[in-house]
């Protein structure tokens, strides 16, 4: 492995148990990611990619999910081994990972300003009124000029794009060493899709931290990533880099993902 790898996937396997059958929907995934690095990976609904990264997270649903093999190496500890409360310390300190549907992910009944604060205070062990500071700024990061006001707003006051640019403020505010951006654009329109990609792009290169960018959409993959991980039915059917898999892809079903590109 070399020094600057943030993440080592080997041979992941996790399967769905129903009565004495198991599914596997993460069949033997291997892959790895640098510092700095934008790696997508891509495949169509259904392919393992929501698994493979809720897995990395040790976030598989229970009890009828589970990691049957392999490792995933961050910071030289194998996570599948780590127990509960070591990987509550990942989660809140060294991976961070923002969803589809962001207003899951925020609690309706706090501002977002209570939500930004307990966070910091909870991981960073800092006082109030430094984690509103530290809160209006990675506000201000992410675009908003009157941060002050969102802070003091509810979550369904916002728009998606607003709720995304939210999550994405949490996410890097405990500076990740890996960020899991699991479809950040699906649910908004195309011109706060492009908002939010220029501010991943921007923020990638500022905080230098490793990103799995999970996505359908090849056109992100391009403006994005620098390498890609192709998944089709639980396994990775072709890895590459950005102009390889764009000028000659070597697997039939990403051939057929790029000629489904209208
Ligand atoms: P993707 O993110 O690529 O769309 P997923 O990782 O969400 O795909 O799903 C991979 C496979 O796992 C699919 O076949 C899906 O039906 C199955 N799956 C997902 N969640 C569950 C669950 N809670 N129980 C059983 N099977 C599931
Ligand atoms: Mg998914």
Same mark, same amino acid.
């Given at each position: ?14 399967? /769905? ?15 790895? $990611? ?38 995933? /190496? ?24 923002? /969803? ?91 011109? $706060? ?70």
């Amino acid at each position: 492995m070399s020094e600057d790898t943030v993440l080592d996937v080997r041979h992941l396997k996790t399967s /769905f148990f129903s009565k004495k059958t198991e599914l596997p929907v993460v069949d033997d995934v291997s892959f790895s $990611v640098k510092k700095g690095e934008t790696l997508a990976i891509v495949g169509e609904s259904g392919s393992g990619k929501s698994m493979t990264s809720l897995s990395i997270m040790r976030l598989v649903p229970s009890p009828n999910g589970k990691i049957v093999g392999g490792e995933v /190496f961050f910071n030289g500890k194998d996570l599948v081994q780590q127990n509960d409360k070591t990987m509550y310390k990942v989660r809140g300190n060294d991976i961070s990972m923002i /969803f589809q549907e962001p207003m899951t992910s925020l609690n309706p009944v706090y501002t977002i300003g209570e939500q930004i604060r307990e966070q910091l205070i909870y991981h960073q062990k800092i006082s109030k009124r430094e984690a509103h500071q530290i809160g209006i700024e990675m506000l201000q990061t992410v675009g908003f000029s009157r941060a002050n006001d969102i802070m003091k707003d509810y979550p369904h006051r916002l728009s998606g794009g607003m709720r995304q640019r939210v999550m994405i403020a949490m996410a890097l505010s405990n500076n990740p060493k890996l960020l899991i951006a699991d479809e950040p654009t699906t649910a908004l329109d195309v011109t $706060v899709q492009a908002q939010i990609l220029d501010l991943m792009r921007k923020l990638s290169k500022e905080y230098d931290s490793a990103i799995i960018l999970i996505t359908h959409d090849l056109g992100v993959v391009a403006e994005l990533a620098e390498r890609v991980v192709v998944m089709y039915g639980g396994q990775v059917v072709e890895e590459a880099s950005i102009e390889d898999i764009f000028d000659d892809p070597l697997h039939p079903y990403t051939e057929g993902l790029l000629n489904s590109i209208p």
